[in-house]
């Protein structure tokens, strides 16, 4: 088959299964991203856990649906206290800026947990496809703030006071969402990022805010799959 005209997700799954061949061996502990990209490594890795290519392979989620779908799929998880460290993570991201290795995250409403497995795992490996790719970050997506219920109007005024567009994320139902951890999320629109290590510094030091999706220095490799192929971009 001709990869032109793959769909997105082909793409994604293509990402996840280069990783899982590259990067994945028995005996070790994974972190698994949340994310729609992420998700597709999950359905790969117990497809090999399975067939009975890999074993002892002890999963750490990074979200409650996440570790509800892997359970599902039969692989066996644990709770990050629960494990010394993590061997490698394997997850998405939502944007890429493929010099520096920046990144934003947590549409998928994780990004909290996301980056504490992240900093407890030897290795962050990011898979996605080609259209996560930017020049900067912020330049297609909203950055989301995780913050407390608590006065997170007057939170929202403080972070909207650097310049950005908080609009609070919602579900379908009209509900406002809520994390994992009980919060909420504010997608917080600032166009093209200049200063991404100043932003993320500054959005920590605003009272009422528990995290944010950018990530810098964290990932080690970037798995693009395009339509011309998989590549690997390291660090």
């Not at 001709?2 to 061996?25: D, P, T, V």
């Not at 409403?109 to 898979?127: F, P, R, W, Y």
């Not at 917080?188 to 220095?217: N, R």
Request: glycine fraction near 12%; proline fraction near 3%; include cysteine.
């Amino acid at each position: 088959m001709s990869e032109q005209g793959l769909s997105q997700n082909e793409l994604k799954r293509q990402a996840a299964r280069f990783a899982l061949s590259q990067y994945i061996q028995s005996g070790m502990i994974v972190g698994l991203g949340s994310g729609s990209t992420a998700e597709i490594f999950v359905e790969e890795l117990a497809r090999e856990v399975g067939k009975g290519n890999l074993h002892n392979i002890t999963g750490v989620a990074t979200s409650d649906k996440v570790e509800t779908m892997a359970r599902t799929f039969g692989l066996s998880v644990a709770k990050l206290d629960d494990v010394p460290g993590i061997d490698v993570t394997i997850d998405g991201a939502d944007e890429i800026e493929p010099v520096s290795f920046a990144l934003t995250k947590g549409r998928g409403g994780a990004l909290l947990h996301e980056k504490l497995v992240a900093v407890a795992s030897k290795l962050e490996i990011i898979i996605a496809d080609e259209s996560k790719l930017v020049t900067a970050l912020g330049e297609k997506m909203p950055i989301p703030v995780e913050v407390i219920p608590f006065g997170w109007q007057h939170t929202a005024a403080r972070i909207q006071a650097l310049g950005a567009q908080p609009t609070m994320r919602v579900r379908d139902n009209g509900s406002f969402y809520l994390t994992d951890s009980s919060n909420y999320i504010l997608d917080c629109h600032f166009g093209p990022i200049g200063d991404p290590a100043g932003l993320s510094m500054t959005l920590k030091g605003i009272v009422g805010v528990v995290e944010h999706g950018i990530f810098l220095g964290i990932a080690a490799r970037v798995i693009i799959a395009a339509q011309s192929g998989v590549y690997e971009v390291t660090r």
